[in-house]
């Protein structure tokens, strides 16, 4: 996946949704000059991510902003853009200065043990260069003690309509029906909201958007079973790319992209090509990286790959259930799909409840995807699963056999831990411990 450059002058304001669009058009522009129509795709989706934030209301829609798991697929329904604020975080989470300034800003004003995810996106909103008006704001409260203190300061900053999820603990029927509840009232708060009334024609156009979110989801679905073969033709790097599916489903540009990675995929394999290039041809290691991304040097998968022939199969934010939605014309039973839908993605799925969630997902990846390297890549503003950390590891030593490296990082901020002091110690981990040959010595 494309990453963006640093070009900006960081002594000057920042408008951070047009500088992402140049960006990306940059890199874009050069792909295109460089004649490299097969990976096109990759930078296509992220094309249409920042435009569709950034040309909304040019557009005559309205920008929703919103945090933690919502129904995206009602915004769109309403005529709206949803804009996921994490995405800030994360798309310049390589960027140490831009990063770094936002992170900064924040901790004048929060705990510096607040996540750097919510750090960096209230810090752009307290400096007000995002760079695009905010007309309503929708969060949940969930996944963490960082986001719940982070969401209501950015409801004042933002001074917009405001709805807020009150996600349960308990992932279950009674979870799903309190969730369905605010779901109801979620519809009328849309429609003063918006002006839009809630009739025959808008659910249509939520039935569409919906198919197509089912769509969307299919694909992933499948791109997971081609995951799961051995040797892995998908590289690591993927995973990151499909996690855009959260605030983009529902439309066709992220189907379009998943079933173009699913073609593609699907020619590797039979070429008989991997996403590793092992000069004696394997690809023994199956890794999964558990907790949270790499957001701050995603290249850490890239060279896992090339150094050890280790493919990242699966990670704790890439696998994802994908719920199929049915009987849409029955809107309870939708409703209580929906709940269960936003319970379910990543890390909500895992992280927001018993631990018991976690180990349900750990067997998902562990068996399916054959895994044999286990890493625990411990963001440090993730108090909360660090917490169940040595259960679930002690559980993966006992069950399957494998012992688990723990790495402390800053998911989000590079100023934490370098990139070599992280290649030391995964190194150290996989030919120590897993047995595994350096191939670029």
Same mark, same amino acid.
């Given at each position: 996946?494309?990453?963006?450059?640093?070009?900006?002058?960081?002594?000057?304001p920042?408008?951070?949704?047009?500088?992402?669009c140049?960006?990306?058009?940059?890199?874009y522009?050069?792909?295109?000059?460089?004649?490299?129509p097969e990976v096109m795709?990759?930078v296509d989706?992220?094309?249409?991510?920042?435009?569709?934030?950034?040309?909304?209301q040019?557009?005559?829609?309205?920008?929703?902003?919103?945090?933690?798991?919502?129904?995206?697929?009602?915004?769109?329904?309403f005529?709206?853009?949803?804009?996921? @604020?994490?995405?800030?975080?994360?798309?310049?989470a390589?960027?140490?200065?831009?990063?770094?300034?936002?992170i900064?800003?924040?901790?004048?004003?929060?705990?510096t043990s607040?996540?750097?995810?919510?750090?960096?996106?209230?810090?752009?909103?307290?400096?007000g260069?995002?760079?695009?008006?905010?007309?309503a704001?929708?969060?949940?409260?969930?996944?963490?003690?960082?986001a719940?203190?982070?969401?209501?300061?950015?409801?004042?900053?933002?001074?917009?309509?405001?709805?807020?999820?009150?996600?349960?603990?308990?992932h279950?029927?009674k979870?799903?029906?309190?969730?369905?509840?605010?779901?109801?009232?979620?519809?009328?708060?849309?429609?003063?909201?918006?002006?839009?009334?809630?009739?025959?024609?808008?659910y249509?156009?939520?039935?569409?958007?919906?198919?197509?979110?089912?769509?969307?989801?299919?694909i992933?679905?499948?791109?997971?079973?081609?995951?799961?073969?051995?040797?892995?033709?998908l590289?690591?790097?993927?995973?990151?790319?499909n996690?855009?599916?959260?605030? @983009?489903?529902?439309?066709?540009?992220?189907?379009?992209?998943?079933?173009?990675q699913?073609?593609?995929?699907?020619?590797?394999?039979?070429?008989?090509?991997t996403?590793?290039?092992?000069?004696?041809?394997?690809?023994?290691?199956?890794?999964?990286?558990m907790?949270?991304?790499?957001?701050?040097?995603?290249?850490?998968?890239?060279?896992?790959?090339?150094t050890?022939?280790?493919?990242?199969?699966?990670?704790?934010?890439?696998?994802?259930?994908?719920?199929?939605f049915?009987?849409?014309?029955?809107?309870?039973?939708?409703?209580?799909?929906?709940?269960?839908?936003?319970?379910?993605?990543?890390?909500?799925h895992?992280?927001?409840?018993?631990t018991?969630?976690? @180990?349900?997902t750990?067997?998902k990846?562990?068996?399916?995807?054959?895994?044999?390297?286990?890493i625990?890549?411990?963001?440090?503003g993730c108090?909360?699963?660090?917490?169940?950390?040595?259960?679930v590891?002690?559980?993966?030593?006992?069950?399957?056999?494998i012992?688990? @490296?723990?790495?402390?990082?800053?998911?989000?901020?590079?100023?934490?831990?370098?990139?070599?002091?992280?290649?030391a110690?995964?190194?150290e981990?996989?030919?120590?411990?897993?047995?595994?040959?350096?191939?670029?010595?």
């Amino acid at each position: 996946m494309a990453e963006i450059k640093q070009n900006f002058d960081p002594t000057q304001p920042v408008n951070m949704i047009d500088l992402t669009c140049n960006q990306v058009d940059s890199i874009y522009q050069h792909m295109l000059s460089k004649g490299m129509p097969e990976v096109m795709w990759t930078v296509d989706i992220q094309k249409f991510t920042w435009e569709e934030i950034r040309d909304a209301q040019k557009a005559g829609k309205k920008l929703v902003a919103f945090g933690g798991p919502v129904p995206v697929t009602i915004i769109r329904a309403f005529d709206c853009v949803p804009f996921f @604020l994490d995405t800030i975080p994360t798309r310049i989470a390589s960027m140490e200065d831009l990063c770094g300034r936002y992170i900064d800003e924040t901790e004048k004003y929060a705990p510096t043990s607040m996540c750097a995810i919510d750090k960096a996106q209230l810090g752009c909103a307290l400096k007000g260069e995002f760079g695009v008006k905010i007309d309503a704001f929708v969060h949940a409260t969930v996944p963490c003690d960082s986001a719940r203190i982070a969401y209501p300061m950015m409801e004042r900053l933002f001074d917009c309509p405001c709805f807020t999820f009150d996600c349960p603990f308990r992932h279950d029927e009674k979870g799903y029906a309190y969730l369905a509840e605010q779901i109801q009232a979620f519809v009328p708060f849309m429609e003063e909201f918006t002006g839009l009334k809630w009739d025959a024609a808008r659910y249509e156009k939520f039935k569409e958007i919906t198919e197509e979110s089912n769509k969307a989801y299919a694909i992933l679905t499948e791109l997971g079973e081609l995951r799961k073969k051995s040797p892995c033709v998908l590289p690591g790097r993927m995973l990151v790319l499909n996690e855009i599916i959260a605030p @983009l489903a529902g439309t066709p540009e992220v189907t379009s992209m998943l079933a173009t990675q699913l073609e593609m995929g699907n020619m590797l394999t039979d070429m008989g090509m991997t996403a590793t290039r092992c000069p004696d041809g394997e690809q023994p290691y199956r890794v999964c990286l558990m907790q949270n991304m790499m957001w701050s040097n995603t290249g850490i998968m890239d060279w896992m790959e090339k150094t050890y022939g280790a493919i990242t199969v699966m990670d704790g934010f890439g696998y994802q259930d994908g719920l199929i939605f049915d009987d849409l014309d029955n809107w309870e039973h939708v409703k209580l799909q929906l709940a269960e839908s936003m319970l379910l993605v990543p890390m909500i799925h895992g992280a927001t409840g018993p631990t018991e969630y976690w @180990l349900k997902t750990i067997d998902k990846m562990y068996d399916d995807f054959k895994v044999n390297v286990s890493i625990f890549m411990g963001h440090v503003g993730c108090k909360h699963t660090w917490a169940s950390g040595k259960i679930v590891t002690d559980y993966i030593q006992e069950k399957y056999g494998i012992p688990t @490296l723990y790495v402390d990082v800053d998911a989000i901020d590079p100023r934490y831990k370098s990139n070599d002091e992280l290649r030391a110690q995964i190194g150290e981990y996989m030919e120590s411990v897993v047995g595994a040959k350096n191939y670029t010595r």
